[in-house]
């Protein structure tokens, strides 16, 4: 069983770096078995995926915010981090890891959000 516990970041101020970690136990995240993804769903919205780092640590950002987001890992911690600058209130939402086997077509699902372990999500409120 996989596990994963996304950080609180407590209140962000805009044009602020938000920044979140995942801690994952039950795999470890440099064994070819999962995908790790970040993911947010703000008010009223739909999920939103903001990008993916892959056992190797090769990155895979969504397009729409790759400009304001990078994504790391920390592998002595079995951890992996999202961070995204200059805030505004449009990026409050509940950010959420994931982690998607790695299976042949495990980017497909990660689009459609069809992730097999997902943390339990924590609100991020952006505001001054």
């Known amino acids: 069983q996989v596990q994963l516990q996304e950080s609180d970041p407590g209140l962000v101020k805009p044009s602020q770096t938000l920044s979140l970690t995942c801690t994952v136990s039950?795999?470890?995240?440099?064994?070819?078995?999962?995908?790790w993804t970040w993911i947010r769903q703000p008010p009223g919205k739909e999920l939103e995926w903001l990008g993916v780092i892959n056992f190797g640590g090769t990155v895979y950002p969504n397009p729409s915010h790759q400009s304001r987001t990078n994504i790391s890992r920390d592998t002595s911690k079995n951890q992996f981090s999202l961070h995204l600058s200059s805030v505004t209130p449009e990026d409050t939402a509940v950010y959420y890891c994931?982690?998607?086997?790695?299976?042949?077509?495990?980017?497909?699902?990660?689009?459609?959000?069809?992730?097999?372990?997902w943390g339990q999500g924590i609100q991020v409120t952006v505001s001054s």
């Open positions: 994931a982690a998607t086997r790695y299976t042949s077509d495990w980017f497909p699902r990660v689009l459609r959000h069809e992730h097999d372990y």
């Open positions: 039950g795999a470890s995240i440099t064994k070819g078995d999962y995908a």
